[in-house]
C-alpha cells in the first residue's frame, strides 16, 4: 500500500499570501495518478486537481498542481478567503487507494 | 450534473450489518467508478473501495473481509454492506464517482454511529 506523507500539518498565513502544501508518497505514483482536495467544515471533500495537475471543472487557477513520482505540491497563489480548509492528497494509481493525513490552511 | 445521495441509517448495533444505499441522479451509472469513503469524527478520509458497472470491485484491505460494494443499474444505485460492526466504524460515509479512480461527485456524508 502506497503510504502518503502531508506536510506541513498546519499552515497559518495570510489573505493574499502563497500557500505551498507537500504530499510525499512512500512509492512512486504510476502515471502521477494523484489528486488533491479540499474539505471545509460541515462539508464534502471537492476535487481540486487530477493526474498531478489537471484542474477539475470549475476549479479557479489560483490552484496549481505539479510534480512527479514521490513528490507532489499543491500551490495557492493568493489565498482568498474561502480558501482556509483543509486539504486531503490521494494517490489513484494502485489499490488500495489512499489519502495523506491532510494539511490544514489556517487564518494567521 | 451529477448528483449523489446517501440513505441515512444512523445508528446500528455493535456485531450487526451497516447498510448504505447511493443514489445517483443526472447520469447513468456506465462509465464510471463508484466509490464508499469514510470519515471517523475529528480525522481524515479512509477510502473503503469502488465498483464499476462492469461490477468490477476493488476494496481496502483493511476492510476486505467485512465489506461488500455492488450496483444496481436499474435503479441507479450502488450499495455499501459492511459486517460485523464495532465502536471504529463510527464515521461519516461518503459515497463518490468519477470517470477515472479519484472522486469528482460526491454525495453530502451519512453518520452512522455504532452503538448498543
Known amino acids: 500500500e502506497i503510504v502518503l506523507t502531508q506536510s506541513p500539518g498546519t499552515l497559518s498565513l495570510s489573505p493574499g499570501e502563497r500557500a505551498t502544501l507537500s504530499c510525499r508518497a512512500s512509492q512512486s505514483v504510476i502515471s502521477n495518478y494523484l489528486a488533491w482536495y479540499q474539505q471545509k467544515p460541515g462539508q464534502a471533500p471537492r476535487l481540486l486537481i487530477d493526474?498531478?495537475?489537471s484542474r477539475a471543472t470549475g476549479i479557479p487557477d489560483r490552484f496549481s498542481g505539479s510534480g512527479s513520482g514521490t513528490d507532489f505540491t499543491l500551490t495557492i497563489s493568493r489565498l482568498e478567503p474561502e480558501d482556509f480548509a483543509v486539504y486531503y492528497c490521494q494517490q489513484c494509481a494502485n489499490s488500495p487507494l489512499t489519502f495523506g493525513g491532510g494539511t490544514k490552511v489556517e487564518i494567521k | 450534473h451529477v448528483q449523489l445521495q446517501e440513505s441515512s441509517p444512523g445508528l446500528v448495533k455493535p456485531s450487526e450489518t451497516l447498510s448504505l444505499t447511493c443514489t445517483v441522479s443526472g447520469d447513468s451509472l456506465s462509465s464510471h467508478y463508484w466509490t464508499w469513503i469514510r470519515q471517523p469524527p475529528g480525522k481524515g478520509l479512509e477510502w473503503i473501495g469502488n465498483?464499476?458497472?462492469?461490477?468490477?470491485?476493488n476494496y481496502n484491505p483493511s476492510l476486505m473481509s467485512r465489506v461488500t460494494i455492488s450496483i444496481d443499474t436499474s435503479k441507479n444505485q450502488f450499495s455499501l454492506k459492511l459486517n460485523s460492526v464495532t465502536a471504529a466504524d463510527t464515521a461519516l460515509y461518503y459515497c463518490a464517482g468519477g470517470l477515472g479512480w479519484s472522486a469528482d461527485y460526491w454525495g453530502q456524508g451519512t453518520l452512522v454511529t455504532v452503538s448498543s
Open positions: 493526474d498531478a495537475s
Open positions: 465498483i464499476h458497472v462492469s461490477e468490477n470491485t
